[in-house]
């Protein structure tokens, strides 16, 4: 397990200081991706896809923390596609957000791209809220994780890695 990010807010924006995008800098021989509307069923979707890819690679050991990561993180992207389209005028279409996974060696990546180019937003969620702290249980349960912006088109990735060794 390597360190884990420095997180600062910038403003609301939450940036992962030392946190190297990992599909930047490592090999991934096995990946997926699957692109999903921004609707409330996307995140249950993502999930079973999850689930069903890890199983597949015989990576059933971190499917629940997987599972996790990937249900806060499509939340959000759903959650910031639809407010992003409502003050932009309700534009026509559904907005999309992509959920990519990898595996390497002794990791597994998991990558939320939305159309939104604002940072993540770390929530001040108490006990009993029922939303707000999704980012935070995405940092108790992975290695590290950060964001960056996506070069050539709108939008950014956050992403995830956990340890499977």
Known sequence: MGPRPSLVSAGTA???????????????????????GALATAPPCARLHARAVLAEWGLGSVSEAAELIVSELVTN???????????????????????RLAAGWDRVLVEVWDSFTGGPLIGRGRLDDESGRGLLLVEAVCDRWGWRPVRGR?????????CHR
């Open 14 to 36: 939450v940036v992962a200081l030392d946190a190297e995008p990992p599909s930047v800098t490592a090999w991934w021989p096995l990946s997926s991706c699957l692109p999903l």
């Open 77 to 99: 992207a759903v959650r910031i596609s639809a407010d992003a389209q409502r003050q932009h005028g309700g534009e026509a279409g559904v907005p999309v957000v992509i959920v």
């Open 154 to 162: 709108p939008g950014k990735v956050v992403w995830a890695e956990l």
